[in-house]
C-alpha cells in the first residue's frame, strides 16, 4: 500500500499596512513643527536685536497670571480629547449612562467638552488682545508686539482649525447610522492635530511669557 507525501504547507504571512490617513497626517504634522520652529526663530532673532530694555517694556504688558489659566484649560483638553479617542477605538460614539456618570460617556460627550474648552482658549486669547491694544501694544508699534502677536495668532488659527474638525467628527457621528473603524480613523487623527497644537502652546507659553522672568 502506497502512502502519499504531501508538500509542506507554507505559512500565510500578514501583511499589516500602515493606515494612509494616520501617517498623511503625520506627515502634515511634521511639515507644520517646521513653520512654527521658524516663528521661534524670529521671536529670539527679534530679542536678541531689540535689547533688553525694549522686550522689558512689551513684557510687562503680559497677564502672565490669566496666560497660565489660559493654558491649564487647553492642556486639559488634550485628556478629554484623548478620553474621547478611546471612547471611538471602543466604538462607543455616545454615553451608555446618565450624564454624570463620565465613566461611561461616549466620544461624543468627550469630543464636546473638548471643543467648549477650545473655544474658552480662543476666546481668551481674543480678550487678551483686546488688553493688549488698550493698553498700547500692538504688531504695528513695537518689534516686541509683532513677535508676540504673529506666533500666538497662527496658533490661535491652528486651534480655530482643530474646532472646526472636531465639528466635523461630531457631525458625522450624529448623522452616521453605524459607528465604525472609519469614524474611529478620523477621531485619531483629529486627536494627533489636538495634542500637536496643545503640545506647541506649551512651548510657546514658556518661551513668551515664563522664560523672560529668568531674563528680566
Not at 12 to 17: D, G, M, P, S
Not at 36 to 53: D, I, N
Request: charged share 10%; with cysteine.
Amino acid at each position: 500500500m502506497s502512502s502519499a507525501t504531501s508538500a509542506p504547507s507554507t505559512p500565510h504571512l500578514a501583511v499589516n499596512r500602515p493606515n494612509l490617513t494616520q501617517v498623511g497626517t503625520i506627515v502634515w504634522l511634521s511639515s507644520e513643527l517646521m513653520f512654527f520652529a521658524g516663528l521661534f526663530a524670529m521671536y529670539f532673532t527679534h530679542q536678541a536685536v531689540a535689547g533688553p530694555e525694549v522686550w522689558s517694556a512689551g513684557y510687562d504688558h503680559l497677564n502672565v497670571t490669566f496666560s497660565a489659566i489660559n493654558t491649564l484649560v487647553l492642556v486639559l483638553s488634550s485628556v478629554t480629547c484623548q478620553l474621547g479617542v478611546w471612547a471611538a477605538e471602543e466604538f462607543r460614539k455616545v454615553r451608555s449612562g446618565p450624564i454624570w456618570q463620565v465613566t461611561r460617556w461616549g466620544m461624543q460627550e468627550w469630543f464636546i467638552l473638548t471643543f467648549l474648552m477650545g473655544s474658552f482658549f480662543v476666546a481668551g486669547q481674543v480678550f487678551e488682545y483686546a488688553e493688549l491694544a488698550h493698553e498700547g501694544l500692538t504688531i504695528a508699534n513695537s518689534s516686541y508686539g509683532s513677535v508676540f502677536f504673529i506666533p500666538t495668532g497662527f496658533h490661535g488659527l491652528h486651534v480655530l482649525g482643530g474646532l472646526i474638525a472636531f465639528l466635523f467628527v461630531l457631525l458625522r457621528s450624529f448623522s452616521a447610522h453605524r459607528f465604525g473603524e472609519r469614524d474611529a480613523t478620523f477621531a485619531l487623527v483629529v486627536s494627533y492635530y489636538w495634542h500637536f497644537v496643545d503640545a506647541v502652546w506649551i512651548v510657546l507659553f514658556g518661551t513668551i511669557y515664563l522664560l523672560p522672568l529668568l531674563q528680566l
